[in-house]
C-alpha cells in the first residue's frame, strides 16, 4: 500500500494495516525528529546557529482524501516544526517547513501521464502549471540564508496557488 517515500496509493481507510501506516509515521514524524534532534545537538556543542528546513506538502494543511495517513503526519510535521522553532530559539536554531503542491517530480509521473488528470489539477493551479523542483529549491535556498534569519516556526508554500484554489474533483 505504500511506496519508498511512504505515501499511501489511492488506499481505502479501511484497508491500511498498522505497518502501512507506522511506514508513513516513521518517514514523515519520526525521521525528521530523529534528524532534527541529532542536529540540535551537533550545533549547541559547537555552540553555532543553524537552520532546520523540513519538507512538508500543502496536505499539511490540505485533506487528500484516500490518503490519511500522509495527511496527518504532514500536519504532524506542522505543529512539530512549530513547536521546535519555539524550542530551539534559544540555540539560534531557526525551523521552518517548506510544502510543495505538484510538483514535476517522479513521483507524480503517473499524474503528468495522464493528460485527463493533469487538466483536472491544472484547473486547480491558479497560476496554470505544475512546480519544478528548481521552485522548491530555490526556497530553500532562501531559509537557508541570511536573508531569512528572523523567520522560524513557518510553513511556505510552493504550489502556484493551489492550497487556497482546491476543489475536490
Not at 71 to 78: E, P, Q, R, T, V
Request: with cysteine; proline share 5%.
Amino acid at each position: 500500500m505504500v511506496n519508498n517515500a511512504g505515501l499511501e496509493k489511492n488506499a481505502d481507510f479501511l484497508d491500511i494495516t498498522p505497518d502501512d501506516y507506522d511506514r508513513v509515521m516513521d518517514v514523515n514524524l519520526k525521521g525528521v525528529f530523529f534528524t532534527t534532534q541529532a542536529v540540535a545537538k551537533h550545533l549547541k556543542a559547537s555552540q553555532k546557529p543553524g537552520k532546520i528546513i523540513n519538507i512538508s506538502s500543502v496536505h499539511e494543511e490540505l485533506p487528500f482524501p484516500h490518503f490519511t495517513a500522509y495527511c496527518a503526519s504532514k500536519g504532524g510535521l506542522k505543529m512539530m516544526m512549530r513547536n521546535l522553532a519555539i524550542e530551539l530559539a534559544p540555540l539560534g536554531i531557526t525551523v521552518n517547513n517548506v510544502a510543495p503542491g505538484a510538483i514535476a517530480t517522479p513521483i507524480n509521473k503517473s499524474l503528468m501521464e495522464d493528460q485527463n488528470k493533469l487538466n483536472a489539477v491544472l484547473k486547480n493551479i491558479p497560476l496554470g502549471r505544475l512546480g519544478q523542483p528548481e521552485d522548491v529549491a530555490g526556497l530553500v535556498a532562501f531559509l537557508a540564508s541570511a536573508d531569512a534569519d528572523y523567520i522560524t516556526g513557518s510553513t511556505l508554500y510552493v504550489d502556484g496557488g493551489l492550497l487556497w484554489n482546491y476543489q475536490e474533483q
